[in-house]
């Protein structure tokens, strides 16, 4: 069955950073985009980036645009977000999803059990 584990939150001053890293298996993790997600306590999950396969270019929303950068390794079936210079508001539960945004954000069958994230002073 589909199974993807994240791993590599923690609490982090303002201005840090951090790296995500989420491991696929029970599928062939080349052949499917995979997004990351997250979800502040009592707000509705939110888009963060999207990779692709292919020559596409990678997708952010406009909030983490310029300070995260989502990266994937098909050999060994992990999908990365590498996040700098890390606001109060990134504070979250992230999670790694498989498939695109639309598909990603209608169900929750292919999510991952999510990392929290905490950035404070």
């Known amino acids: 069955q589909v199974q993807l584990v994240e791993s590599g939150g923690g609490l982090v001053q303002p201005g840090g950073s951090l790296r995500l890293s989420c491991v696929a298996s029970g599928f062939t993790f080349s052949w499917y985009y995979m997004t990351w997600v997250r979800q502040a306590p009592g707000k509705e999950p939110e888009w963060v980036s999207t990779?692709?396969?292919?020559?596409?270019?990678?997708k952010y929303a406009d909030s983490v645009k310029g300070r995260f950068t989502i990266s994937r390794d098909d050999a060994n079936n992990t999908l990365y977000l590498q996040m700098n210079s890390l606001k109060p508001e990134d504070t979250a539960v992230y999670y790694c999803a498989r498939g695109p945004p639309a598909t990603v954000l209608e169900s929750r069958d292919y999510w991952g059990q999510g990392v929290q994230v905490t950035v404070s002073s």
């Open positions: 990779i692709y396969i292919g020559r596409y270019q990678p």
